[in-house]
């Protein structure tokens, strides 16, 4: 538990700065933040780490806390990435929906393997709402379920199929090819 306690605490403190308008918190400001007690846990983890957090101030200016300028090209990368793999994440929770008999799924099922599906924490309110042709969330029976909105055809491919159509063997309508296959089973 330790271990995801250290950087649980980084990855707050990032978003924090990130979400000011200045790119910084002023170190007096951060208990409003996150709390009187867990503000003492943040300094530790921001003296900790100078690589990431730089702490500024001085001289009629009071101390701040920023990222520093490689925390900051990090940060940015890892939001192109994240946009980079929206489409994929959209379509490999499509087909999870479509796996399923009534192409439902409870949320809290989704948010049990959201991590080994590559959701973001959040995808309740930025990944759901954003694609309102693919998904909605519909309570039955007083659980929350996620809805496939239409079934997409294409999607419905296994992995097996797409190598062999990409290699050939299979074409795109289904309709395998002719070849020979030898009496020990190898093409």
């Given at each position: 538990m330790d271990l995801r306690k250290k950087p649980a605490l980084i990855l707050e403190?990032?978003?924090?700065?990130?979400?000011?308008?200045?790119?910084?918190v002023l170190l007096r400001d951060l208990?409003?933040?996150?709390?009187?007690?867990?503000?003492?846990?943040?300094?530790?983890?921001?003296?900790?780490?100078?690589s990431i957090f730089y702490v500024g101030g001085g001289n009629r200016v009071p101390?701040?806390?920023?990222?520093?300028?490689?925390?900051?090209?990090?940060?940015r990368e890892e939001a192109e990435a994240?946009?980079?793999?929206?489409?994929?994440?959209?379509?490999?929770?499509?087909?999870l929906l479509m796996l399923s008999v009534d192409c439902r799924v409870?949320?809290?099922?989704i948010e049990f393997v959201q991590c080994e599906l590559g959701l973001p924490d959040d995808f309740k309110k930025s990944l759901i709402p954003k694609y309102p042709e693919f998904f909605s969330v519909k309570d039955v029976s007083g659980?929350?379920?996620?809805?496939?909105?239409?079934?997409?055809?294409?999607?419905a491919v296994t992995a097996r199929e797409e190598r062999l159509?990409?290699?050939?063997?299979?074409a795109?309508?289904?309709?395998?090819?002719?070849?020979r296959i030898s009496k020990d089973g190898n093409f």
């Open positions: 403190l990032k978003s924090i700065i990130q979400y000011q308008k200045q790119g910084m208990e409003k933040e996150v709390g009187f007690v867990h503000k003492w846990n943040c300094m530790a983890v921001i003296e900790r780490n100078p101390p701040f806390v920023q990222l520093t300028e490689k925390a900051e090209r990090v940060a994240k946009q980079l793999m929206e489409p994929i994440l959209v379509r490999n929770l499509r087909k409870p949320l809290e099922s659980r929350a379920y996620l809805h496939l909105e239409n079934w997409d055809s294409s999607l159509a990409s290699n050939g063997i299979v795109s309508d289904g309709v395998g090819k002719n070849f």
